[in-house]
């Protein structure tokens, strides 16, 4: 790790740049809805675009990196989202705006290069698996110190500015640009390139599979499921897959190795990570409208303002950045196998605890420290995971997956979780003025089991990962030279 170190460094830089384009923009999206002249639920379409974008984006740029080098595309992915991130800022008007917004999205795509990066720099420590965890928890650990200082600067500034909100968005956009000079200065490449060329029409087929799938996730939130057409897309992007999966097999050097996939250390990863996006992108905007809902009026939530509210962000926040920072040692304890299955039962136990726990703030701030410390140990731990198990060749393409299927999950739940608040709206409370537009404690409820049972259900795909999945080998005592490593593990199954 100490040999590591300057490089940790200057890609913690980066993931703090990647916190605060996380955090900067949520506490000023009001005043971005009135500059634009959009009604606040327009603001949905930022995530929804910036969603599909990275899901299309991410398998891609990760299999660049793998064959070009991760050094290479992380620097262009910067460069590209410096880009977009001044186009933010500088857009004048709505359909500007949301372009720029999107393609800001291939910041998506940074932790995993990251970690592939780093596991294939370690590839002479005896301990890689060791030190890519620990390097990924330091990883984590700025990414949400980004995170709280991009929401603090943001709301701050704003009024330092006088208002001006191109001079506020104009920050992150300099940070993004600072960034390039950390990548190019102080990351050296990984050294590990894969041969072949990139898989153009694969990609074509994912496209299409992916825009179908979350464009129809989209829809369904917004049209409801009701509307016939919407499940007919839906359909139509799951069918999409089956050739894109028939095509892949057939080819040496694919743009998603699916036979690695499906190797018994690699697919409860990826699966994991589906599940986990549906609490950690799907769940937060409910705890929101939650903490903001008035007891008095609708019989339920903790009646805060918006200042308050920030007191339950951050302690979810600082829970996932310690989460992250304690993985590696709970790792070290016992196995990474047991320690990654725990901490997705320990996101399950913080949600199960609010179907009979949510009457108060600090009943509320308890459930979401102990979700956050699971969350944060599943950001850090699943591209490790990913590179620990994957052929050398493919870390860039198996980190990045994880980051793909996160991101389904969380199309999927907020789909899911929109429809349950909204028909759950309409079931009760229409006596009560202004009630029509909240949702009762019902739909609040199916929003905390789906993402208890989800994460528990991880849980246990992950129990049935090989014993010593994602550790480091022994070293044998006759040469000092550690035994078959969890890397040639994942490529004796992937071949």
């Not at 900067?24 to 639920?41: E, F, K, S």
């Not at 990066?117 to 390097?135: C, D, E, W």
């Not at 208002?163 to 992150?172: E, H, I, K, Q, Y």
């Not at 793909?404 to 999950?409: A, E, H, L």
Request: with cysteine.
């Amino acid at each position: 790790m100490r040999a590591l170190g300057p490089i940790v460094f200057f890609l913690v830089l980066v993931e703090i740049t990647s916190g605060i384009l996380q955090g900067y923009y949520t506490p000023i999206l009001t005043d971005i809805a009135r500059n634009l002249g959009i009604a606040d639920g327009d603001v949905n379409w930022f995530e929804a675009a910036q969603l599909m974008f990275s899901a299309l984006a991410v398998p891609v740029l990760a299999r660049l990196g793998d064959m070009y080098g991760h050094k290479r595309i992380l620097l262009v992915s910067t460069v590209l989202t410096a880009a977009a991130s001044w186009g933010v800022a500088f857009a004048p008007d709505f359909w500007t705006f949301l372009v720029a917004w999107s393609l800001q999205g291939f910041y998506v795509v940074w932790l995993p290069l990251e970690v592939a990066l780093i596991f294939a720099r370690a590839a002479s420590a005896p301990n890689r698996a060791a030190v890519t965890r620990k390097a990924a928890g330091v990883l984590v650990g700025g990414l949400q110190f980004g995170v709280i200082a991009g929401a603090l600067a943001a709301g701050a500034l704003v009024d330092v500015f006088g208002g001006d909100l191109r001079l506020t968005l104009m920050v992150p956009a300099a940070a993004a640009t600072l960034c390039i000079l950390a990548i190019w200065f102080g990351v050296p490449e990984s050294g590990l390139k894969a041969s072949g060329a990139l898989d153009v029409r694969g990609f074509a087929l994912l496209a299409v599979g992916l825009l179908l799938l979350t464009s129809g996730l989209t829809f369904l939130r917004i049209n409801g499921p009701g509307t016939w057409w919407v499940w007919a897309v839906l359909a139509a992007g799951l069918a999409a897959f089956i050739p894109f999966v028939r095509y892949q097999l057939r080819l040496d050097e694919p743009l998603v190795d699916i036979r690695m996939l499906s190797a018994p250390t690699m697919w409860p990863v990826q699966l994991t990570a589906g599940l986990f996006g549906i609490s950690v992108l799907g769940a937060q905007a409910p705890m929101s409208t939650f903490a903001r809902t008035d007891r008095d009026v609708h019989g339920y939530g903790l009646g805060l303002e918006a200042g308050s509210v920030s007191l339950i962000i951050g302690a979810y926040v600082l829970s996932v950045l310690a989460g992250a920072l304690l993985f590696p040692l709970a790792a070290k304890l016992s196995t990474p196998r047991i320690t990654l299955s725990g901490a997705a039962a320990v996101v399950g136990i913080g949600y199960g605890l609010f179907l009979p726990f949510h009457d108060s703030l600090a009943q509320t701030l308890t459930n979401m420290v102990i979700a956050g410390l699971g969350s944060g140990a599943l950001v850090a731990a699943l591209p490790s995971a990913a590179a620990a198990a994957a052929p050398l060749n493919r870390t860039g393409m198996a980190t990045g997956l994880t980051n793909t299927t996160k991101t389904i999950g969380g199309s999927f739940a907020s789909a899911v979780f929109g429809i349950a608040l909204l028909s759950a709206a309409g079931e009760s409370l229409g006596t009560v003025a202004g009630a029509a537009t909240a949702a009762p404690l019902s739909g609040y409820l199916t929003v905390w089991a789906v993402c208890s049972v989800t994460a528990f259900a991880a849980a246990a795909a992950l129990l049935l990962v090989p014993r010593l999945a994602f550790a480091d080998p022994p070293i044998l005592p006759e040469s000092g030279i550690a035994g078959n490593s969890g890397a040639g593990a994942g490529d004796t199954a992937a071949r």
